[in-house]
Nanobody
C-alpha cells in the first residue's frame, strides 16, 4: 500500500506565496520522478512541474520563474514553492510519483488526493 499525502493549500491574495508538500509512504522500494499537476474547473489536468530522482526539473511555461519544485529523497517528499501567485493559478493541485513498490517490484504511477489552491482578493 502506497500513500501520497499533500498539504499546504489554501486561500492567498494575488502576488502571495504558498508552499505545497507531498509525502509518500508505504511499501516503497524507490521513487523515480515526482511532480505536481493541477486541474481548474472545466479544464483538463495539466503538468505544473516535475523533478527526477537526480534533481532535474521541468516546468510549465505558465509557472516558470514563479514556482520552484524540490524534493527530499530521504523523506520521500516533494515540495512546490509558489510565488507571485495569480488568480489563474487557482486549481486543485495533485502530487504524482512514479515509484517501485516492494511487494510486486513493479513501477507504477501514484496520485495524491489533491489540495485546493485559491488565489483571490
Amino acid at each position: 500500500q502506497v500513500q501520497l499525502v499533500e498539504s499546504g493549500g489554501g486561500l492567498v491574495q494575488p502576488g502571495g506565496s504558498l508552499r505545497l508538500s507531498c509525502a509518500a509512504s508505504g511499501s516503497i522500494f524507490s521513487i523515480y520522478a515526482m511532480g505536481w499537476y493541477r486541474q481548474a474547473p472545466g479544464k483538463q489536468r495539466e503538468l505544473v512541474a516535475a523533478i527526477t530522482s537526480g534533481g532535474s526539473t521541468n516546468y510549465a511555461d505558465s509557472v516558470k520563474g514563479r514556482f520552484t519544485i524540490s524534493r527530499d529523497n530521504a523523506k520521500n517528499t516533494v515540495y512546490l514553492q509558489m510565488n507571485s501567485l495569480k488568480p489563474e493559478d487557482t486549481a486543485v493541485y495533485y502530487c504524482n510519483a512514479d515509484l517501485r513498490v516492494v511487494t510486486t517490484g513493479l513501477v507504477d504511477d501514484y496520485w495524491g488526493q489533491g489540495t485546493q489552491v485559491t488565489v483571490s482578493s
